[in-house]
């Protein structure tokens, strides 16, 4: 029986993942280069592995100036990004849980200040009893680490708890952690492989919290 519920945060909650890809891809096309969507895909849902510098760095064979291109990528984010807003279906999910019972978490490899600062001007820090993000682990995803921190603080199992992710990364990690993990995919992860999940979802806002309960109790007993 599922009664925790574990959100991420980039690209699910609030979709700061397009508008984070379109401005590196825009930088390395001012300098001749493409960042390809194979390329960004390694590093969507986790803090490592790909460093945008280093590969801009690599395929132009000369270092390049940082700080501007740090300040150029943070200006033209915001822009993009405008007035966030929860994606559709989050508040429907969040509002939906008490009711059913659900404990509600959150478990993102961004840093605490950015998850907590976005929560805090949606008004959505409220709704989540335990939030784990880069700043309580020594692994993110798709490591297992922040799940089990996750479900650690609201005192569940793993087979009790479904995760709600955005990526590869994030299922994965999810799935590790023993949890079941439901891919919403956001314009840029829509584009990369995610049959691992344990469910697709083309939106939070195209199936009731219920039915997705339903549809997961009637799939196999996860090894």
């Given at each position: 029986?599922i009664t925790?519920?574990?959100?991420?945060f980039?690209?699910?909650?609030?979709d700061t993942?397009?508008?984070?890809?379109?401005?590196?891809?825009?930088?390395?096309?001012t300098?001749?280069?493409?960042?390809?969507?194979?390329?960004w895909?390694?590093?969507?849902?986790?803090?490592h592995?790909?460093?945008?510098y280093d590969?801009?760095?690599?395929?132009?064979?000369?270092?390049?100036?940082?700080p501007?291109?740090?300040?150029?990528?943070?200006?033209r984010f915001?822009d993009?990004?405008?007035?966030?807003?929860p994606?559709?279906?989050?508040?429907?999910?969040?509002?939906?849980?008490?009711a059913?019972g659900?404990q509600?978490g959150?478990?993102s490899?961004?840093?605490?200040?950015?998850?907590?600062?976005?929560?805090e001007?949606?008004g959505?820090?409220?709704h989540?009893?335990?939030?784990c993000?880069?700043?309580d682990?020594?692994r993110t995803?798709?490591?297992?680490?922040l799940?089990?921190?996750?479900?650690a603080?609201l005192g569940?199992a793993?087979?009790?708890?479904v995760?709600?992710?955005?990526?590869?990364?994030?299922?994965r990690?999810?799935?590790?952690?023993?949890?079941?993990?439901?891919?919403?995919?956001?314009?840029?992860?829509?584009?990369?492989?995610?049959?691992?999940?344990?469910?697709?979802?083309?939106?939070?806002?195209?199936?009731?919290?219920?039915?997705?309960?339903?549809q997961?109790?009637a799939?196999?007993?996860?090894?």
């Amino acid at each position: 029986m599922i009664t925790a519920l574990i959100f991420d945060f980039d690209g699910l909650i609030v979709d700061t993942e397009t508008p984070d890809y379109q401005a590196w891809q825009e930088v390395f096309a001012t300098h001749g280069c493409a960042l390809s969507t194979e390329t960004w895909a390694i590093s969507i849902g986790s803090s490592h592995m790909l460093d945008p510098y280093d590969h801009l760095e690599s395929l132009l064979g000369h270092p390049i100036d940082r700080p501007a291109i740090r300040s150029l990528v943070r200006a033209r984010f915001l822009d993009l990004l405008g007035s966030p807003a929860p994606l559709p279906g989050v508040l429907d999910y969040l509002n939906a849980a008490p009711a059913l019972g659900l404990q509600v978490g959150l478990a993102s490899s961004s840093p605490r200040a950015w998850v907590v600062g976005y929560l805090e001007q949606l008004g959505l820090l409220g709704h989540f009893a335990a939030i784990c993000t880069s700043d309580d682990v020594a692994r993110t995803k798709p490591e297992p680490d922040l799940y089990l921190a996750a479900l650690a603080k609201l005192g569940v199992a793993p087979a009790q708890a479904v995760a709600l992710e955005d990526s590869p990364n994030g299922v994965r990690a999810a799935q590790a952690a023993g949890m079941r993990g439901v891919a919403v995919p956001n314009p840029v992860t829509r584009l990369m492989d995610l049959s691992h999940a344990d469910l697709v979802l083309p939106g939070l806002d195209k199936l009731s919290l219920p039915t997705l309960l339903a549809q997961l109790a009637a799939l196999p007993v996860r090894a």
